[in-house]
């Protein structure tokens, strides 16, 4: 089991930013001194960072800034997105060929819990990478954003998708069981008789 830090030293912010950078990936000192920055370790290297992530409720958003002015409002008027109804989770990474399946559950799990314990109502994320945005979309699927964008001087093609907190639950195990499971479970959906159950997040 990986141990979990709460970071807010600003010594400890900018290492997280270093990791970051490291990653391909940028963030502000001033936006993680507005969030709950959280890292992942084990006992025995307390300094060697295997994940991390950060949880944004009351700091400026980091994801609706990175759409065009007039694509934000239309985008918060169509979805009725309130910011003191949204939490976001950014600034995500895990050095998955240091970690095992299990610790990578881990990191999930306490990454949820801390957004779904806020008890904001939307839950916001977004990614630039393929098969991560695959994966967190089973999570968050309504998709809001899907454009090509200058990230730092880079043409990026970014993803920005949330999902309602009723039912966060039910599409975790879901996605665990399909990814642990995936014959079992394609099994299952090809054979059952019962009727899927709605998209919460849809139909909210």
Sequence with gaps: ????????????????????????????????????????????????WLAGYVITTTGPSRYLPLMPVEKQQEIVEKFKIERNDLVEIG????????????????????????????GRNIIMTGSFVVKEREKQMK???????????????????????????????????????QETWPAKAKLIKDHSTFTPLPDLAKSA
Excluded at 93 to 110: D, G, M, P, S, W
Excluded at 147 to 163: K, S, V
């Design 91 to 118: 600034g995500c990474f895990i050095k998955t060929r240091r970690v095992t399946n299990a610790e990578r559950l881990q990191v999930y799990i306490r990454m949820l819990w801390n957004a779904y314990r806020t």
């Design 139 to 177: 999570l968050f699927p309504q998709l809001i954003f899907n454009e090509d964008i200058d990230y730092h001087g880079a043409d990026r093609n970014l993803w920005i998708y949330f999902g309602h907190r009723d039912g966060l639950a039910f599409r975790f195990m879901r996605a665990v069981w």
């Design 1 to 48: 089991m990986l141990q979990s830090l709460l970071i807010s030293e600003t010594a400890d912010l900018e290492k997280y930013i270093e990791i970051y950078r490291k990653l391909g990936m940028f963030t502000s000192l001033s936006y993680l001194q507005e969030s709950s920055v959280y890292v992942f370790y084990r006992k025995q290297k307390p300094d060697e």
